[in-house]
């Protein structure tokens, strides 16, 4: 079966950190495109950072800085390191990989940063 499982969210008070994880059953997350996305309430799905299958990187401004993403081929798991996490990093969390026609998503998991 192909799919994306995602881990490590929880409550954090703000300034904490998390490590989300983004695990993969079924195919090989080394040649994908893997993006990590979030959705607060009452809000649109925006990403917040990917990497390609070459390392390459990229992440919103809102999360320049404090966010790291990174990839562990032997683990077929990509992590979202978050650092001085903000109330308004609260949301669901959701890990896309997409190679070619080929486009999978996880469940979801939930951050929540507050005092």
């Known amino acids: 079966q192909l799919q994306l499982v995602e881990s490590g969210g929880g409550l954090v008070q703000p300034g904490g950190s998390l490590r989300l994880s983004c695990a993969a059953s079924g195919f090989t997350l080394e040649y994908y495109l893997i993006g990590w996305f979030r959705q607060a309430p009452g809000k649109e799905r925006e990403e917040v950072s990917c990497i390609s299958s070459g390392g390459s990187t990229n992440y919103a401004d809102s999360v320049k800085g404090r966010f790291t993403i990174s990839r562990d081929n032997t683990k077929n798991t990509v992590y979202l390191q978050m650092n001085s996490l903000k109330p308004e990093d609260t949301a669901v969390y959701y890990c896309?990989?997409?190679?070619?026609?080929?486009?999978?998503w996880g469940q979801g998991t939930q951050v929540t940063v507050s005092s």
């Open positions: 896309n990989a997409a190679l070619n026609w080929r486009d999978y």
